[in-house]
């Protein structure tokens, strides 16, 4: 007991300001059964349907729902298959409720299998109301990035 008071107020003492540290919630895909907010995938070629034939439809989006305010956002990624010589590109975007977006992450990847990485903490928009998070992970030209399995995650923090 009276150890535990000294470790309270001998920081006190020095002068020291207590921080508490950010408190994160997972926010949760669009789409998902609400069990996780894990989502894993694996990267597919661009389908050609009768309605989007010229542009084609991926799976390489994923957006995860702002429920409340929050004062900053990380990503979370994790490569659980890999080819080592294929890269992929991975962006990240804040989107608004007035409709625009700021990309916050825009890199090429080449992550061994297991590798995990955070990015951000990415601030919020003062002035701008967020409504999702957006995750892309991508094919680039190199044939070896099709197929490629990952997860994903992202929290919101006060």
Same mark, same amino acid.
């Given at each position: 007991?009276?150890?535990?008071?000294? %470790?309270?107020?001998?920081?006190? %003492?020095?002068? #020291?300001? #207590?921080? %508490?540290?950010?408190?994160?919630?997972?926010? &949760? =895909?669009?789409?998902?059964?609400?069990?996780? =907010?894990?989502? %894993? *995938?694996?990267?597919?070629?661009?389908?050609?349907?009768?309605?989007?034939?010229?542009?084609?439809?991926?799976?390489? !989006?994923?957006?995860?729902?702002?429920?409340?305010?929050?004062?900053?956002?990380?990503?979370?990624?994790?490569?659980?298959?890999?080819?080592?010589?294929? *890269?992929?590109?991975?962006?990240?975007?804040?989107?608004?409720?007035?409709?625009? !977006?700021? &990309?916050?992450?825009?890199?090429?990847?080449? =992550? =061994?299998?297991?590798?995990?990485?955070?990015?951000?903490?990415?601030?919020?928009?003062?002035?701008?109301?967020?409504?999702?998070? !957006?995750? *892309?992970?991508?094919?680039?030209?190199?044939?070896?990035?099709?197929?490629?399995?990952?997860?994903?995650?992202? &929290?919101?923090?006060?």
């Amino acid at each position: 007991m009276l150890l535990r008071s000294l %470790a309270v107020l001998l920081p006190l %003492a020095l002068g #020291a300001t #207590a921080q %508490a540290a950010p408190l994160c919630t997972f926010l &949760q =895909p669009i789409g998902g059964d609400g069990a996780s =907010p894990v989502v %894993a *995938k694996s990267v597919g070629a661009a389908k050609v349907t009768p309605v989007g034939m010229l542009a084609g439809r991926t799976n390489w !989006n994923t957006d995860f729902i702002v429920d409340r305010s929050y004062s900053s956002y990380k990503f979370f990624f994790t490569a659980n298959s890999s080819d080592p010589k294929a *890269k992929y590109p991975v962006e990240g975007f804040m989107k608004f409720s007035d409709g625009s !977006n700021l &990309q916050v992450i825009n890199e090429t990847m080449s =992550p =061994p299998i297991g590798t995990g990485r955070m990015f951000g903490p990415f601030a919020a928009v003062p002035g701008k109301q967020a409504s999702q998070m !957006n995750f *892309k992970v991508g094919a680039s030209a190199d044939p070896g990035s099709l197929g490629f399995s990952y997860r994903i995650s992202v &929290q919101g923090c006060r």
